[in-house]
């Protein structure tokens, strides 16, 4: 079984359908995976299990963005990220993000077949990174956080939580628009678990709807993150994915996002068509 679908210019969440997006941490600190897939061998062979259990991109990570880290340096990123990078699309047929604030890896990423960014920052860490992103032609995934990883958690009040990630999310996408990046190019994330409290991240969910008057794809990454572990007495990372499975679905039932970011593709891949068997929407692609 494959989710396969490279076509779509490189962007599955097109499809008509919610995407995956599975993720490949080429980290040795990631908090559910770091160190696992650090070599090219084992993180090749992480990436050919995501493919092959449904992925429809791959997201590749060389620097942790988990509450309380430190920065990576680009040298260090770039270091952990081509060899793996390269060795993935050489092989994987599928479309591939980089996970980066810095344009330089921007850069290098592009140079070996990357289409989209992802950066937690929403282009904001980096003044480099907009036009890069703009001048290369990469699609970008723009994220709502405050600050930075280090000092994110002690910025987690809102007056209004929802509202106030819609218009920071909408001013990034001006920017991106008046930078010259198609509409079609930008896709929008809460940012679950970055400056929010436990119950910041269930009332963002509760209320994801508000970001569709925005009019862009919304990715949604609640993948083992925290709040799934305080909220279910589950310290262990990777015994998260029940609820991260629970997760996911609360938006999927409500049409509320278009990529899904997460660890385990092959519980995802399952949980959405069992999902869209019983409620009749299952589009024929049964694998
Ligand atoms: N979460 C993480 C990293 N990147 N990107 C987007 N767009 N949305 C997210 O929610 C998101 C993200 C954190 O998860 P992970 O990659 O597993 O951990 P780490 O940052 O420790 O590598």
């Known amino acids: 079984m494959t989710g396969g679908t490279a076509d779509l210019q490189g962007r599955p969440w097109l499809q008509g359908r919610p995407c995956i997006m599975g993720i490949l941490n080429v980290t040795p600190d990631s908090f559910s995976d770091g160190?696992?897939?650090?070599?090219?061998?084992?993180?090749?062979?992480?990436?050919?299990r995501l493919w092959q259990e449904g992925a429809d991109i791959l997201d590749i990570g060389a620097e942790s963005t988990r509450p309380g880290a430190a920065a990576v340096p680009v040298a260090e990123e770039l270091r952990r990220l081509l060899p793996v990078l390269e060795a993935?699309?050489?092989?994987?047929?599928?479309?591939?993000?980089?996970?980066?604030?810095?344009?330089?890896?921007?850069?290098?990423?592009?140079?070996?077949?990357?289409v989209l960014v992802n950066d937690v920052s929403?282009?904001?860490?980096?003044?480099?990174?907009?036009?890069?992103?703009?001048?290369?032609?990469?699609?970008?995934?723009?994220?709502?956080?405050?600050?930075?990883?280090?000092?994110?958690?002690?910025?987690?009040?809102?007056?209004?939580?929802?509202?106030?990630?819609?218009?920071?999310?909408?001013?990034?996408?001006?920017?991106?628009?008046?930078?010259?990046?198609?509409?079609?190019?930008?896709?929008?994330?809460?940012?679950?678990?970055?400056?929010?409290?436990?119950g910041g991240n269930l009332e963002l969910l509760r209320h994801l709807d508000r970001l569709r008057d925005l009019?862009?794809?919304?990715?949604?990454?609640?993948?083992r993150k925290g709040f799934i572990g305080r909220v279910t007495g589950t310290p262990e990372p990777a015994r998260r994915d029940g609820g991260s499975v629970a997760a996911m679905l609360w938006a999927?039932?409500?049409?509320?996002?278009?990529?899904?970011?997460?660890?385990?593709?092959?519980?995802?891949?399952?949980?959405l068509r069992i999902w869209d068997a019983l409620a009749g929407t299952e589009t024929g692609n049964m694998g």
Do not use: N, W
């Not at 160190?35 to 050919?48: K, N, Q, Y």
């Not at 591939?96 to 330089?104: G, H, I, L």
């Open 215 to 223: 009019g862009q794809p919304v990715l949604l990454g609640v993948s």
């Open 252 to 271: 999927h039932a409500r049409g509320m996002a278009d990529i899904y970011r997460v660890h385990d593709v092959g519980a995802a891949r399952q949980a």
């Open 88 to 114: 993935v699309r050489s092989e994987i047929p599928l479309p591939v993000s980089v996970d980066t604030r810095k344009a330089p890896v921007m850069r290098a990423a592009h140079a070996l077949g990357a």
């Open 122 to 198: 929403a282009l904001c860490y980096d003044p480099e990174a907009l036009p890069t992103v703009a001048s290369l032609g990469m699609d970008v995934c723009l994220m709502h956080m405050r600050g930075e990883p280090q000092t994110m958690q002690s910025q987690t009040g809102y007056r209004d939580l929802a509202g106030e990630v819609r218009d920071f999310l909408a001013g990034r996408v001006a920017a991106c628009r008046a930078a010259g990046l198609p509409r079609d190019a930008i896709v929008v994330d809460p940012g679950i678990g970055f400056a929010k409290t436990d």
């Open 35 to 48: 160190g696992t897939h650090v070599d090219v061998p084992g993180a090749l062979a992480h990436a050919r």
